[in-house]
Protein backbone atom coordinates (compact mmCIF):
# COMPACT_ATOMS: atom_id res chain seq x y z
CA UNK A 1 0.00 0.00 0.00
CA UNK A 2 2.72 2.34 0.94
CA UNK A 3 4.34 1.49 -2.01
CA UNK A 4 1.01 2.87 -4.51
CA UNK A 5 0.92 5.79 -2.39
CA UNK A 6 4.52 6.90 -3.25
CA UNK A 7 3.58 6.38 -6.81
CA UNK A 8 1.01 9.41 -6.59
CA UNK A 9 1.62 13.46 -6.18
CA UNK A 10 -0.18 15.13 -3.45
CA UNK A 11 -2.19 16.41 -6.21
CA UNK A 12 -3.13 13.01 -7.78
CA UNK A 13 -4.42 11.87 -4.12
CA UNK A 14 -6.56 15.65 -4.19
CA UNK A 15 -7.94 15.22 -8.12
CA UNK A 16 -8.46 11.76 -7.01
CA UNK A 17 -10.98 12.38 -4.12
CA UNK A 18 -12.50 15.51 -5.69
CA UNK A 19 -13.91 13.13 -8.55
CA UNK A 20 -14.45 10.44 -5.89
CA UNK A 21 -16.57 13.19 -4.23
CA UNK A 22 -18.20 14.71 -7.47
CA UNK A 23 -18.78 11.32 -8.28
CA UNK A 24 -20.74 10.54 -5.18
CA UNK A 25 -22.52 14.11 -5.33
CA UNK A 26 -23.96 13.02 -9.19
CA UNK A 27 -24.95 9.64 -8.68
CA UNK A 28 -27.00 10.55 -5.35
CA UNK A 29 -28.20 13.04 -6.58
CA UNK A 30 -27.56 15.78 -3.91
CA UNK A 31 -25.86 18.19 -5.67
CA UNK A 32 -25.40 17.34 -9.69
CA UNK A 33 -24.56 20.66 -10.64
CA UNK A 34 -21.76 20.83 -7.89
CA UNK A 35 -20.86 17.57 -8.43
CA UNK A 36 -20.56 17.63 -12.57
CA UNK A 37 -18.54 21.12 -11.75
CA UNK A 38 -16.31 19.22 -9.34
CA UNK A 39 -15.23 16.43 -11.63
CA UNK A 40 -15.20 18.70 -14.88
CA UNK A 41 -12.15 20.95 -13.22
CA UNK A 42 -10.33 17.44 -12.24
CA UNK A 43 -10.87 16.40 -15.60
CA UNK A 44 -8.78 19.58 -16.99
CA UNK A 45 -6.15 18.34 -14.27
CA UNK A 46 -6.11 14.62 -16.05
CA UNK A 47 -6.47 15.92 -19.60
CA UNK A 48 -6.33 12.87 -21.47
CA UNK A 49 -5.07 10.16 -19.16
CA UNK A 50 -6.79 6.60 -19.07
CA UNK A 51 -8.77 8.33 -15.40
CA UNK A 52 -10.96 10.46 -17.75
CA UNK A 53 -12.14 8.45 -20.84
CA UNK A 54 -12.99 5.64 -17.46
CA UNK A 55 -14.80 8.86 -15.58
CA UNK A 56 -16.08 10.23 -19.03
CA UNK A 57 -17.95 6.76 -19.89
CA UNK A 58 -19.81 6.54 -16.39
CA UNK A 59 -20.73 10.36 -15.60
CA UNK A 60 -24.55 10.94 -17.00
CA UNK A 61 -25.23 12.99 -19.51
CA UNK A 62 -27.31 16.35 -18.09
CA UNK A 63 -29.72 18.25 -20.20
CA UNK A 64 -29.03 21.85 -20.77
CA UNK A 65 -30.40 24.40 -17.57
CA UNK A 66 -32.61 26.21 -18.58
CA UNK A 67 -33.68 29.35 -16.71
CA UNK A 68 -36.96 30.81 -15.63
CA UNK A 69 -36.58 33.64 -18.75
CA UNK A 70 -35.60 30.76 -21.58
CA UNK A 71 -38.11 28.14 -20.22
CA UNK A 72 -41.10 30.80 -20.50
CA UNK A 73 -39.44 31.69 -23.61
CA UNK A 74 -39.58 28.25 -25.07
CA UNK A 75 -43.24 27.56 -24.05
CA UNK A 76 -44.39 31.15 -25.64
CA UNK A 77 -42.73 30.20 -29.07
CA UNK A 78 -43.96 26.64 -28.65
CA UNK A 79 -47.70 28.21 -27.71
CA UNK A 80 -46.92 31.06 -30.93
CA UNK A 81 -47.11 34.07 -28.38
CA UNK A 82 -44.48 37.18 -27.92
CA UNK A 83 -41.83 35.71 -26.14
CA UNK A 84 -40.73 38.91 -24.80
CA UNK A 85 -43.74 39.86 -23.47
CA UNK A 86 -44.17 36.51 -21.66
CA UNK A 87 -40.98 36.96 -19.91
CA UNK A 88 -41.86 40.69 -19.22
CA UNK A 89 -44.85 40.23 -17.64
CA UNK A 90 -43.56 37.64 -15.40
CA UNK A 91 -40.83 39.47 -14.27
CA UNK A 92 -42.56 42.28 -13.74
CA UNK A 93 -45.57 40.12 -12.18
CA UNK A 94 -43.12 38.10 -9.64
CA UNK A 95 -39.42 39.02 -10.46
CA UNK A 96 -39.30 35.66 -12.69
CA UNK A 97 -39.73 34.11 -9.05
CA UNK A 98 -42.04 31.10 -10.04
CA UNK A 99 -42.28 30.50 -5.89
CA UNK A 100 -43.68 33.65 -5.27
CA UNK A 101 -46.54 34.75 -2.95
CA UNK A 102 -48.67 37.71 -2.27
CA UNK A 103 -51.34 38.11 0.04
CA UNK A 104 -53.89 40.82 -0.46
CA UNK A 105 -55.51 42.97 1.88
CA UNK A 106 -58.46 41.46 1.40
CA UNK A 107 -57.02 38.37 1.93
CA UNK A 108 -57.35 36.88 -1.62
CA UNK A 109 -53.24 34.95 -2.35
CA UNK A 110 -51.39 36.31 -6.07
CA UNK A 111 -49.63 32.94 -6.43
CA UNK A 112 -46.15 32.10 -8.99
CA UNK A 113 -44.89 33.65 -12.27
CA UNK A 114 -48.11 35.13 -12.87
CA UNK A 115 -49.63 36.02 -9.47
CA UNK A 116 -52.47 33.71 -10.57
CA UNK A 117 -55.17 34.98 -7.61
CA UNK A 118 -56.88 32.37 -6.00
CA UNK A 119 -60.27 34.21 -6.00
CA UNK A 120 -60.22 35.27 -9.49
CA UNK A 121 -58.46 32.38 -10.77
CA UNK A 122 -59.86 29.00 -8.82
CA UNK A 123 -59.25 26.87 -11.47
CA UNK A 124 -55.75 27.85 -11.39
CA UNK A 125 -54.58 25.47 -8.43
CA UNK A 126 -51.16 26.06 -5.99
CA UNK A 127 -50.18 23.21 -8.60
CA UNK A 128 -50.27 25.27 -12.06
CA UNK A 129 -49.77 28.32 -10.18
CA UNK A 130 -46.42 27.09 -8.73
CA UNK A 131 -45.41 25.07 -11.76
CA UNK A 132 -43.21 27.49 -14.43
CA UNK A 133 -44.38 25.25 -17.70
CA UNK A 134 -48.24 25.03 -16.56
CA UNK A 135 -48.16 28.91 -15.29
CA UNK A 136 -46.89 29.66 -18.60
CA UNK A 137 -48.86 27.52 -20.54
CA UNK A 138 -52.15 29.27 -18.69
CA UNK A 139 -51.24 32.94 -19.62
CA UNK A 140 -50.32 31.89 -22.63
CA UNK A 141 -54.01 30.66 -23.05
CA UNK A 142 -55.28 33.77 -21.24
CA UNK A 143 -53.20 35.77 -23.48
CA UNK A 144 -54.41 34.07 -26.78
CA UNK A 145 -58.45 34.15 -25.47
CA UNK A 146 -57.40 38.22 -25.34
CA UNK A 147 -57.08 38.40 -21.24
CA UNK A 148 -53.69 40.07 -21.35
CA UNK A 149 -55.82 43.27 -19.20
CA UNK A 150 -55.74 40.39 -16.25
CA UNK A 151 -52.03 41.86 -15.47
CA UNK A 152 -53.03 45.17 -15.95
CA UNK A 153 -51.93 46.27 -12.26
CA UNK A 154 -48.28 45.77 -13.81
CA UNK A 155 -49.19 47.23 -17.19
CA UNK A 156 -46.77 50.31 -16.78
CA UNK A 157 -43.58 47.81 -16.33
CA UNK A 158 -44.12 45.64 -18.89
CA UNK A 159 -45.87 47.49 -21.89
CA UNK A 160 -42.72 48.93 -23.54
Same mark, same amino acid.
Given at each position: ??EL???F????????????????L?????N?V?????????????????????????MPI??? %? #?T?????????? =???I???? *?? $????????????????????????G?????????P????????? %? #???????????? =?G?????? *?? $??????
Amino acid at each position: MKELLNKFLPQDIIALVTIAGGLILIFSGLNGVTGTLLTTIVLFYFGKREVYDVIKTKMPIHSK %I #ETVGQIIERIAR =DEGIDQNL *AV $RVARCESGLNPMAKNTNSNGSIDRGLYQWNDRWHPEITDQIAFD %I #EKSCRAFCKAFK =DGHLSWWN *AT $RSCWDI
